[in-house]
């Protein structure tokens, strides 16, 4: 099936750092979306992203689709403890309207004290 | 701003029984979906549902599972015969009607079959 690799599995870090990771396919898709899902609750929307190249911001949140449409990253910049959560890319292969976004494994962030 | 919203929260239920988890999309959507997530796991998807019929399902929607728009505002998907593998967070999600709509996911229905 298809399928997205998610990069890191999780993260540790201490708040004020800057976060990245990242989304990798071996197949194209044309659509790239992140979200993050905090506990018992589901996932909400950060960024969405449509054209290879792309580079969208969205606060301290920053992300990009890759050139060649087969991966995307997504950048946080200072963190705050309420960044905590679990950071899903998702993407959608086909320009059809009804085609499912399947969603990577999931970067786990967590901020030390 | 609308958001798509599940009831129950939590559902218990027992192996063998049949569940309905409801969900109210936001008014203006036309796709809808249903996802799953098992403790842990990655959201996976298992039905996208559009003008009233299933557009698409994966391999864990099979005969027990079924998907129905009764009237202008409620999804629901049954589960016929619950296996204990069905405990999950099941989440539906909609979108509008153009392929630049990303999807918007509700709080999710916490499913317990013991």
């Known amino acids: 099936g298809q399928q997205l690799n998610q990069s890191p599995q999780s993260m540790f870090i201490q708040e004020g750092e800057d976060v990245s990771m990242n989304c990798t396919s071996s197949?194209?898709?044309?659509?790239w979306l992140w979200y993050k899902q905090d506990p018992g609750e589901g996932p909400v929307l950060l960024i969405a992203l449509y054209k290879a190249g792309e580079l969208t911001s969205n606060g301290r949140l920053t992300a990009q689709f890759g050139i060649t449409r087969k991966d995307s990253f997504l950048n946080i910049s200072a963190s705050i403890p309420s960044d905590v959560g679990i950071y899903f890319c998702?993407?959608?292969?086909?320009?059809?309207?009804?085609?499912?976004?399947?969603f990577g494994k999931g970067t786990r962030l967590h901020i030390l004290p | 701003e609308p958001e798509v919203t599940q009831t129950p929260s939590h559902q218990v239920t027992q192996m063998g029984q049949e569940v309905i988890l409801r969900c109210v999309p936001i008014s203006n959507h036309l796709y809808f979906y249903w996802y799953r997530q098992i403790l842990g796991q990655k959201v996976e998807f298992l039905v996208s549902f559009y003008n009233n019929e299933i557009s698409e399902k994966s391999e864990i929607f099979d005969d027990q599972f079924s998907v129905e728009r009764p009237d202008g505002s409620n999804f629901t998907l049954k589960i016929r015969s619950t296996k204990l593998e069905d405990s999950a967070m099941y989440f539906c999600?909609?979108?509008?009607?153009?392929?630049?709509?990303?999807?918007?996911f509700g709080n999710g229905t916490r499913l317990t079959v013991t």
């Open positions: 998702a993407g959608q292969k086909t320009w059809d309207r009804d085609d499912k976004i399947i």
């Open positions: 197949s194209i898709f044309n659509t």
């Open positions: 999600a909609s979108g509008r009607s153009s392929y630049n709509s990303p999807l918007h």
